[in-house]
């Protein structure tokens, strides 16, 4: 099993800036993929971005490109959702994922955390 905690959701201006991390412990394999997903009231879950935990190049989706980035830290486990310009529609609950395969489908992934809620006034 892998467990997946994510941190630093917030609620903020349009225009600024949020950081959001994933952690995961338990069976994590180094060339795991993971992702970060987000879905609004009444909306599907959406791709954001999403990275191997150990090399290669991230993914994102055509919405957060340019604004947001994604990136890793292999020792700790953890990824990293860089978000900046942020928009009201970029409210949502933000959630991590981890799977074998680096996709932008969340039926690729096989773990989920518990989502951290990102929310943009204007």
């Not at 971005?49 to 994604?70: K, N, Q």
Request: net charge positive; proline share 2%; aromatic share 12%.
């Amino acid at each position: 099993q892998v467990q997946l905690v994510e941190s630093g959701g917030g609620s903020v201006q349009a225009g600024a800036s949020l950081r959001l991390s994933c952690t995961a412990s338990g069976r994590i394999f180094s060339t795991y993929a993971m992702g970060w997903f987000r879905q609004a009231p009444g909306k599907e879950r959406e791709f954001v971005a999403a990275i191997r935990l150990s090399v290669g190049a991230p993914i994102y989706s055509d919405s957060v490109e340019g604004r947001f980035t994604i990136s890793r830290d292999h020792a700790k486990n953890t990824v990293y959702l860089q978000m900046n310009t942020l928009k009201p529609e970029d409210t949502a609950a933000y959630h991590c994922a981890a799977g074998r395969f680096l996709f932008n489908s969340a039926s690729s992934y096989d773990y989920w955390g518990q989502g951290t809620q990102v929310t943009v006034s204007s």
